[in-house]
């Protein structure tokens, strides 16, 4: 029974010895001089040369085998995609067929996990391994999400992704823009969005003519060189109030305002009357470009532009591009802060103008939406005009 081949009759005689001794196979091998396992195989072909249907049988019965082991995988599969179907049912967007795996390895196997559901077993191991680094992400993730939360409820809840991510860095926290677009989408923080807008400019056809000495250069520069202003209807109480505003085009700060419950002239004239205030009087040369709505075409506004020694500028009749920064100014003021149904009170309306307007230029940071990069460098207006202050002393 070693690695020679026995003659026929060594066979039959080593199974008879078996058979006759009633003794082990392995001590009956081992009296032979030979292999157990060489004996045993005898042994039993000896047994299904005399039972000629034991073959068939026993090849039934491992086709049976391997249908119950068939079954019985099918029947695991369909529960791990029964399980699947829960676990990724529950709305958790953080979850993923390797986490899946993880979960249930221990009842499936990672193996036949895989395969059912597609992945690589080398992808998950390598999933494993990345654990730690995930969890210090998602915490990242989580403390930049209270920092953001806080700067967002800062603004008035009006901030988006690009003046978050610049008050960020402002805080001495170096994180890509779109690192915050992603977090504050994940929490559902959003900023105020764009409303339609009222048209309020009711030109004055018999005004004499005045001359376009701006030109649609809304560029950014020097203060008191160049303002603009505009009326916009703020609905209160189931009624109109207006308010009429002056804004330096070249530091894009607000220093005239006048709000009322009325369109006249005064309006205007109130808030230029303030502005002028504002910069203490010397404003003599001062372009000041308005649409050709009938308070700026009025007598008594050429009037107070003479008296302080500002030049008018119109462009051209129905074109809101020549006046599109003040039209800016408002669509953001509504877009930030305008409740819907508008203000209870005209009381609750002037407060919370008052309020944004300060925030507007002590702390809003201002950017420049079509060109996607800040005007003023993500600087507030007052900021701006600081540092060009001293900068033009330093010179």
């Known amino acids: 029974m070693g690695t020679f081949r026995y003659p026929v009759e060594f066979h039959s005689d080593a199974v008879a010895l078996v058979r006759s001794s009633g003794r082990p196979i392995a001590q009956v091998a081992k009296e032979l001089g030979g292999n157990h396992e060489t004996l045993r195989t005898w042994v039993r072909a000896a047994q299904a040369a005399e039972l000629p249907g034991a073959a068939a049988e026993s090849a039934k019965d491992a086709e049976l085998a391997r249908l119950r082991k068939e079954v019985a995988e099918l029947k695991l599969e369909r529960e791990i995609l029964r399980k699947a179907a829960a676990y990724f049912g529950s709305g958790d967007v953080g979850l993923s067929r390797f986490s899946f795996v993880e979960a249930h390895h221990r009842a499936f196997g990672v193996k036949r996990l895989c395969r059912v559901l597609g992945v690589s077993r080398s992808g998950f191991y390598r999933w494993r391994q990345a654990t730690a680094a995930r969890a210090a992400r998602k915490a990242a993730d989580r403390s930049l999400a209270e920092r953001i939360r806080k700067i967002h409820a800062g603004s008035g809840a009006t901030y988006g992704s690009p003046r978050v991510h610049s008050e960020l860095r402002d805080q001495g926290h170096r994180v890509n823009r779109k690192r915050v677009e992603r977090v504050m989408r994940e929490h559902a923080i959003v900023g105020r969005h764009l409303r339609r807008r009222c048209r309020t400019t009711v030109p004055d056809r018999s005004a004499s003519p005045v001359p376009d000495l701006l030109r649609r250069d809304f560029s950014v520069g020097a203060a008191d060189v160049r303002w603009c202003g505009?009326?916009?209807?703020?609905?209160?109480?189931?009624?109109?109030?207006?308010?009429?505003?002056?804004i330096d085009i070249g530091t894009r700060r607000l220093f005239g305002y006048s709000m009322a419950e009325h369109m006249r002239a005064e309006l205007v004239v109130d808030a230029l009357n303030a502005a002028v205030?504002?910069?203490?009087?010397?404003?003599?040369?001062?372009?000041?470009?308005?649409?050709?709505?009938?308070q700026y075409t009025s007598r008594a506004f050429a009037e107070a532009c003479a008296v302080a020694g500002v030049r008018r500028s119109m462009g051209v009749v129905g074109s809101s591009a020549d006046n599109s920064l003040a039209e800016a100014f408002f669509a953001?003021?509504?877009?930030?802060?305008?409740?819907?149904?508008?203000?209870?009170?005209?009381?609750?309306?002037?407060?919370?103008?008052?309020?944004?307007?300060?925030?507007?230029?002590?702390?809003?940071?201002?950017?420049?939406?079509?060109?996607?990069h800040s005007a003023l460098g993500y600087l507030s207006p007052v900021e701006y005009e600081q540092r060009s202050s001293r900068l033009a002393a330093a010179a």
């Open 277 to 294: 205030a504002t910069r203490g009087g010397n404003v003599a040369g001062v372009i000041f470009t308005s649409d050709h709505g009938a």
């Open 332 to 372: 953001s003021l509504k877009r930030e802060i305008l409740p819907a149904g508008g203000w209870p009170s005209t009381g609750q309306a002037r407060m919370a103008v008052f309020r944004w307007l300060t925030f507007y230029n002590t702390r809003r940071r201002h950017s420049n939406t079509r060109r996607r």
């Open 230 to 246: 505009d009326v916009t209807y703020l609905p209160v109480a189931g009624r109109w109030m207006y308010l009429a505003t002056v």
